[in-house]
């Protein structure tokens, strides 16, 4: 899971799999650009 924040500060929160992690070549602190396609993003309240 990677956590994130966007250009307003809001948290967004992805779901990678390690090989795509190692692809990447993420780890703490990098920089990243989040693409996101509306047909897959589930939005939820807290509880």
């Known amino acids: 899971?990677?956590?994130?924040?966007?250009?307003?500060?809001?948290?967004l929160v992805s779901m990678?799999?390690?090989d795509s992690v190692a692809?990447?070549?993420?780890?703490?602190g990098v920089r990243a650009c989040a693409l996101i396609k509306a047909s897959h993003?589930?939005?939820?309240?807290?509880a």
Do not use: F, Q, W, Y
């Not at 899971?1 to 948290?11: F, G, Y």
């Not at 993003?41 to 807290?46: D, E, H, K, S, T």
């Open 1 to 11: 899971m990677a956590d994130m924040a966007s250009a307003a500060r809001s948290p």
């Open 16 to 18: 990678l799999t390690n």
């Open 23 to 28: 692809e990447l070549g993420l780890h703490e």
């Open 41 to 46: 993003i589930i939005l939820a309240v807290p």
